[in-house]
């Protein structure tokens, strides 16, 4: 369990140098533009928008796991078949939030090369399909504690309602792929967050 909260840790630590990286970087060009976009500029002024822009990294991080790891030889057909719904759900969400980002005005943070995903998750040691399923679980549990995290720093209601719904599919997938990996049903409550 203390590896868990390690790599939650670690995973809410980097999602926090991300933020401060988009806000650095958008500061620079698309908060004028915004300033004048009705209730999205509302929620720019307020910083909705970085931390749109912080989901929007972890979304193309899921999407880039998912991707390498169907890819990787580790995994069977089945386990492959709900990794690419699992995907699917991912590049929704991505989809989701970049409308919402450039609604606001802004531009969405590019994802990052395959190359930077494998060192950055270090997925090279990654060598059977248990180990990938462990890291999508690590990676799923960090997600929604994330999205419960940032939900209660939005401004706007309707925001903190999608991220609630986005919380809730990634505590979805964490429930399969434990279950998966036969992980112990949480004896606690508060698991994400």
Do not use: C
Request: glycine fraction near 12%; proline fraction near 2%; aromatic fraction near 4%.
């Amino acid at each position: 369990m203390s590896d868990l909260k390690t790599g939650r840790r670690e995973f809410l630590g980097h999602a926090g140098l991300v933020t401060a990286s988009l806000v650095a970087i958008g500061t620079a060009g698309s908060a004028v533009d915004a300033a004048v976009r009705g209730k999205a500029a509302m929620a720019t002024a307020g910083g909705d928008i970085d931390i749109l822009q912080t989901a929007l990294a972890l979304e193309h991080e899921g999407i880039a796991a998912y991707t390498i790891a169907a890819g990787s030889g580790l995994l069977t057909p089945d386990v492959i078949k709900v990794a690419s719904v699992f995907l699917g759900h991912h590049q929704q969400h991505r989809d989701r939030l970049a409308g919402l980002i450039r609604t606001a005005g802004g531009h969405p943070v590019d994802p990052k090369t395959d190359a930077e995903y494998t060192q950055e998750l270090n997925l090279g040691a990654l060598k059977s399909q248990g180990d990938v399923l462990a890291l999508a679980t690590k990676l799923e549990q960090g997600a929604s504690s994330a999205y419960v995290g940032q939900a209660a720093g939005l401004k706007d209601h309707q925001l903190a309602g999608l991220f609630a719904s986005l919380a809730a599919d990634e505590a979805s997938h964490w429930a399969v792929l434990n279950n998966a990996i036969g992980g112990a049903v949480p004896t606690k409550g508060f698991i994400f967050g």
